[in-house]
């Protein structure tokens, strides 16, 4: 490759510092970095940490200085509650400045975390610009997620505040938040002194003495300015599973982030000012963070949020109405979105259906784009579908199709090349360089880009532990694949015990102590297995304990329902099978792997330390049998 891409990548390569100093002068700066990156006492990377700025200011208040009040910013479609309107950027402002006003008045000053647990609506996206707006850290929690989940991540983040409505919109059911939101205050130990309920008429909440009702507050606010802040200072946490059930709360800095999404948005999406971007996705996950929220905003493009689901919303042509009614120019969604499509349109009516010659191109991300559902996409849309591969941590594309530098040649079940800002390398178990087409672990050379992680939040130690010390001087993306002759990306899926189901990040670990838990269970091993819709989906064995009396399906209906109860309805473990015994090392450690390639059909790769090799028969007559 000699073009345009390459020519930046080695620009990049050559001084990413001076790479990056340049790429700062894209946004207005209230103190503009002098310095690119620098390492703190605990060696961690921190970009423009001389600069001062607002990331509230660089999403709405500078367009309307610039004299773009008049154009909308967000489009708000609900499907789900038949509902539609939209925000200019002075609107969005005049709103953001008054309840960042109601937070002030509250005592939220910058630096104080709040919790934001809210569905697909206005209020959430107002409410994450009105904490940037005060230097506030916020931390959205996906309104998926059950109490516990929440709770966990109050303790972890200790907000001053929670913003919150009073129900989510779900296909078929309205989602009460009231009684899960106090009974995550229950089961929290820090103790938030207040949460603003925004009602919706769908279901209303019932307040009690600590609660604010949203729009009464918003009645007598008076708008609050923006809070310049250093470019190290921390705009929100995104917490992400990770191998074990607690958490990690990703940081993202206002500087680097700010840098990285204005960057992004002309080379990863090829997007101008004024155009609509669209990303189907949630605020609760890092996609709805960067794409439905910050970059388009700080881009000056139109932003949709959309309420609704891909099919049965009211049905599978949901997505090209959408693109027709706002003339939308680039489209994001997960594989998983488009599968569903597929399913139940599998000739595109829809598509056709409706006039979509505004779409320049569709972006998929969450999951590796398969094969199929590319060739699917390719065939009935015309378009060019550009996978591209990122994580929570990095909250921008790793690899990416660079289309504002240039349009490469797409190679299906490839994110295609390394986007300028990250190194990416290929590494052996005893870290040596992987040859082309060899397969090892995706890992990404120090420091990484502006707009990734410097750590987790409180938690250092397992930052580094997790992500920097199995090859010093790299960071460890926790994916698997490997790089072609051509240099293009192929991405193969997770080393970890980290799933990906329906584009949601699941942890089966954190569902194998949920599992263990239950009285009945003697152990248990939960992995991820090939799913058509949605890529994967956990399931469960368990070895129920040697004096259990009763009906094992019982348990597993138990097991189901403690699952759906502590981490969320996304979570889907449905399938619990009880064994007579697992398959385990001499060591003593289960090998789920193996149990994976079991269930999928694949060749079965037992290491040599396997205990008894012939319980993998075992297991395959037990579940014939059942
Ligand atoms: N609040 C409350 N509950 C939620 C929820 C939310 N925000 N999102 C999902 N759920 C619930 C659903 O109602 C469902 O509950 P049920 O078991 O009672 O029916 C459960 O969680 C599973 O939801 P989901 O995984 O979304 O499955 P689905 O069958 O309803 O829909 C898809 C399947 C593929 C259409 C849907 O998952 C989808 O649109 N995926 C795209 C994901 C995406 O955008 N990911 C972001 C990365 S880009
Ligand atoms: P999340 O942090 O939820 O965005 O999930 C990140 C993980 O999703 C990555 O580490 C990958 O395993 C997977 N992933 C995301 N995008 C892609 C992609 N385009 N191709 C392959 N895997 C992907």
């Keep these: 490759m000699q073009g345009n891409y390459q020519q930046q990548y080695q620009s990049f390569i050559h ?77 969005l402002q005049q709103e953001v400045a008054k309840f960042a006003g109601v937070m002030q008045s509250l005592g939220v000053v910058k630096g104080d975390r709040v919790v934001i647990y809210m569905p697909m609506i206005p209020q959430a996206v107002i409410g994450m ?41 779900e296909v078929n059911s309205v989602i009460a938040y009231k009684p899960l939101i106090d009974n995550a205050k229950k089961l929290a130990e820090h103790k938030v002194a207040h949460s603003i309920i925004y009602q919706r008429k769908h279901s209303t909440a019932k ?25 190290d200072h921390p705009l929100y946490i995104l917490y ?22 204005h960057y992004s948005m002309e080379t990863v999406y090829g997007m101008q000012p004024g155009e609509v971007f669209w990303a189907a996705s949630d605020i609760g996950w890092v996609v709805g963070h960067s794409y439905i929220v910050y970059a388009p905003l700080m881009f000056r493009c139109t932003t949709v949020l959309y309420e609704g689901k891909p099919v049965r919303t009211p049905d599978a042509s949901a997505f090209w109405r959408v693109v027709e009614e706002y003339q939308v120019n680039a489209l994001f969604s997960a594989p998983t979105a488009f599968r569903a499509i597929k399913k139940e349109d599998p000739t595109a009516e829809g598509f056709k259906k409706y006039d979509t ?20 996409l390719t065939e009935h849309t015309q378009l060019p579908v550009l996978d591209h591969w990122w ?51 995706v890992v ?22 997790g992500y920097l010390s199995e090859y010093p001087g790299y960071y460890l993306t926790g994916d698997g694949g490997y ?47 090939n799913d058509s819709l949605k890529g994967q989906l956990p399931m469960a064995m368990i070895v129920l304990k040697n004096d259990f009396i009763g009906n094992p399906t019982d348990v597993e209906q138990q097991l189901i329902l403690a699952v759906r109860n502590q981490i969320g309805a996304i979570a889907c473990l449905k399938n619990i099978v009880s064994v007579e015994r697992l398959p385990k090392t001499r060591s003593g450690k289960i090998l789920r792997k193996n149990l994976r390639q079991l269930i999928d059909g694949d060749e079965l790769q037992i290491p040599s330390t396997i205990d008894d090799a012939s319980i993998f028969n075992e297991i395959s007559q037990q579940l014939n049998d059942r």
């Design 15 to 91: 001084d990413p510092g001076e790479f990056w100093l340049t790429q700062a002068k894209r946004i207005p700066w209230f103190k503009a970095p002098q310095h690119a990156y620098t390492q703190d006492n605990d060696g961690l990377y921190h970009w423009y940490a001389d600069s001062q700025l607002n990331s509230c200011y660089l999403a709405l208040d500078q367009h309307v200085a610039a004299g773009f009040g008049e154009q909308t910013a967000l489009i708000y479609d609900s499907p789900v509650t038949d509902s539609k309107c939209t925000y200019s950027y002075l609107q």
């Design 129 to 169: 610009l009105a904490c940037a707006r005060l230097g506030a850290i916020h931390s959205v929690v996906f309104g998926g997620f059950a109490a516990h989940e929440l709770a966990v991540r109050i303790d972890d983040a200790k907000p001053k505040l929670i913003l919150s409505a009073s129900c989510g919109v």
């Design 207 to 231: 307040l009690n003495a600590t609660d604010i009702d949203w729009e009464q507050a918003m009645q007598t606010a008076e708008p609050a300015d923006v809070v310049p802040v250093a470019g």
């Design 240 to 261: 992400t599973s990770g191998t074990t059930g607690t958490p990690k709360g990703v940081i993202r800095e206002n500087a680097g982030h700010a840098v990285a999404m």
């Design 357 to 376: 010659t505004s779409l320049k191109r569709l972006f998929l991300a969450g999951e590796r784009l398969d094969p199929a559902t590319y060739a699917w």
């Design 391 to 441: 994580q929570t941590e990095t909250g921008w594309a790793i690899a990416c199709n660079p289309i504002g530098i240039e349009q490469l040649n797409t190679k299906p079940g490839s994110a295609t090349v390394p986007t300028p800002g990250f190194d990416v390398q290929i590494l052996n178990v005893d870290g040596s360089q992987c040859a082309a087409n060899e397969q090892g672990a």
């Design 444 to 465: 990404i050379k120090l420091p990484l880009p502006p707009g990734c992680l410097p750590t987790i939040w409180q938690n250092t130690k397992r930052y580094k532990a």
């Design 483 to 529: 790089l072609d002759d051509d240099g293009y990306l192929f991405i193969m899926g997770r080393t970890d015990d980290v799933i990906n189901v329906a584009g949601h990040r699941l942890s089966t670990g954190e569902m194998e102590e949920i599992v263990a838990a239950h009285p009945a269970v003697a152990e248990c091993a939960v992995f991820g297995v």
